[in-house]
């Protein structure tokens, strides 16, 4: 079993800068991704980013080039450092882990709003 626990969600300006954390506990050795989702509300949840155990990254391509995804496995901690941020990025953000046994966990999810 692995637990998630997301923090640092909240209400910025456009343009602002946000960013959120996960901390791993439980069979974090069997972890084999770790990312970032979102859902807004009457959309489906979709992939922000993911990186894997060996450092490489995904984005989808609406966050490229302003978010950034990073990992410390000393700490087994997953960050997204979320930069420009847009309307459009409003969403519950939830953190993912999925073990080498392609099993997922999510966490509880953190709410982030983009608005003046």
């Known amino acids: 079993q692995v637990q998630l626990v997301e923090s640092g969600g909240g209400l910025v300006q456009p343009g602002g800068s946000l960013r959120l954390s996960c901390a791993a506990s439980?069979?974090?050795?069997?972890?084999?991704?770790m990312g970032w989702y979102r859902q807004a509300p009457g959309k489906q949840r979709e992939l922000v980013a993911i990186?894997?155990?060996?450092?490489?990254?995904n984005y989808a391509d609406g966050v490229k080039g302003r978010f950034t995804i990073s990992r410390d496995n000393a700490k087994n901690t997953v960050s997204l450092q979320m930069n420009s941020l847009k309307p459009e990025d409003t969403a519950v953000y939830y953190c993912n882990a999925v073990t080498q046994v392609a099993r997922d966990y999510w966490g509880q999810g953190t709410q982030v709003t983009v608005s003046s």
């Open positions: 990186i894997r155990n060996g450092g490489s990254t």
């Open positions: 439980g069979s974090i050795f069997s972890i084999y991704v």
